[in-house]
């Protein structure tokens, strides 16, 4: 269990430098692309970490197990532990980024803004998508967001993953 613990460590510290170190250095360099794609963008790579440490965890407690096997529920068990880890560390990165960056929503919520200025967009339309916004980058929202998804989504991977890295029945 001690390794499971320190590889979901690890992976966790990959993800959270990765969404928010990732984010930072892209939203630096790539200045055209709006904000929102950006964050969209980190989002679905940082799951690529999460799910690359789910793999390696279970490969690696296979490896341990050796001639005794390693079951579904093993492997099973080995995924959503990391998943769950990761995403309590990834809320809590989320939470102290948006704590420590109070205007976070509502530059979101500009940046929204112009670009459906932009569009043509209608004055309700806008104020409507504005609202969104801003609920969507809330502190609350954010750090339920990395909760949930981190949780789910690492879930699903490893009812996938654990199929095919549990011991085959001789």
Not at 80 to 98: D, P
């Amino acid at each position: 269990m001690r390794n499971i613990v320190i590889r979901a460590l690890i992976t966790g510290v990959l993800v959270v430098i990765w969404l928010f170190g990732g984010f930072t250095v892209l939203s630096l360099i790539i200045t055209s692309v709006p904000h929102i794609i950006l964050r969209t963008l980190t989002g679905s790579l940082g799951l690529v970490v999460l799910f690359t440490g789910i793999y390696y965890a279970m490969r690696n407690e296979k490896q341990k197990k050796g001639a005794e096997g390693y079951t579904y529920v093993q492997a099973l068990g080995t995924g959503v532990c990391i998943a769950v880890i990761v995403a309590v560390m990834v809320s809590a990165a989320s939470f102290m980024y948006v704590y420590l960056n109070p205007h976070f929503a509502d530059d979101m919520a500009k940046e929204a803004e112009a670009s459906l200025r932009q569009s043509g967009a209608s004055q309700a339309a806008i104020a409507q998508k504005v609202a969104a916004v801003k609920d969507e980058f809330s502190l609350n929202r954010q750090v339920m967001a990395a909760l949930t998804v981190q949780t789910a989504i690492g879930t699903v991977f490893s009812l996938i993953a654990a199929a095919f890295l549990k011991t085959k029945k001789q």
